[in-house]
């Protein structure tokens, strides 16, 4: 994600190609031909095995419309948010951070859903410039790890130590991160089944940092 010598009048889409279409690809081929008793194994040995490569994909596909429909929906859609169909069930889940799995639970379902997700995450990108994404920012509640991860774009709340503002460039940092932070968990729960991992998850963000579990089966 080098950003060097990018005009601010650049479109933001210089900033995050990833969110096009190799994201997707990544993860679409890190679990193809998974079986569903593989994409179902949990275990309490590990914390990041207590969700099972379905739930990590879950979360992974909601993620998106949760923060720039709910947390920046009002700045990035002030007329109104867009059409989602079902909408409810993938925002709104009585899972933790996870589409509603009543609804939600095929593979391929989940997968529609990601690439709905990272579709709509593309054409915010497309329609603000490097300027505008570094310039616009919301509240989000406290996290430490967000200082030590993203070069620039999170400031503490002067008058709230307890809250950061994060930028709009810093909410897609963060969103880039929880992707291939996942998709690492991802090719961790394969290999505690014995499978081999298939692609080359970048060693950056919130995985870099010193205190992250980075432990193996």
């Known amino acids: 994600m080098s950003d060097t010598a990018l005009p601010d009048a650049g479109s933001a889409t210089l900033l995050f190609p990833q969110f096009e279409a190799e994201l997707y690809n990544m993860i679409a081929l890190e679990i193809e031909g998974l079986t569903e008793e593989q ?7 590990w914390e990041w095995s207590k969700w099972s490569i379905r739930r990590n994909l879950s979360h ?9 429909l709910v947390r920046w929906g009002d700045q990035l859609y002030p007329d109104g948010l867009p059409e989602i169909t079902d909408l409810d069930n993938i925002i709104n889940s009585p899972y933790d951070r996870r589409l509603n799995e009543d609804v939600y639970w095929d593979v391929d379902g ?14 915010i990108l497309s329609r603000e410039t490097i300027a505008s994404l570094r310039f616009k920012e919301t509240k989000s509640g406290n996290r430490s790890y967000f200082h030590q991860a993203h070069p620039r774009g999170v ?23 929880e992707y291939i932070t996942h998709l690492f968990n991802i090719q961790r729960l394969k290999r ?21 579990d980075m432990s193996e089966p």
């Open 60 to 68: 992974m596909a909601s993620g998106d419309f949760r923060w720039f």
């Open 155 to 177: 400031r503490t709340d002067p008058e709230d130590s307890e809250q950061v503002y994060m930028s709009l460039e810093a909410s897609f940092r963060h969103r880039y991160f």
């Open 39 to 45: 994409l179902n194994f949990e275990s309490d040995r």
């Open 110 to 123: 989940i997968m529609d859903i990601m690439k709905q997700a990272l579709g709509l995450a593309h054409s």
């Open 192 to 212: 505690a089944q014995g499978l081999t991992a298939t692609v080359q998850v970048p060693m950056e963000g919130y995985m870099a940092l010193p205190d992250w």
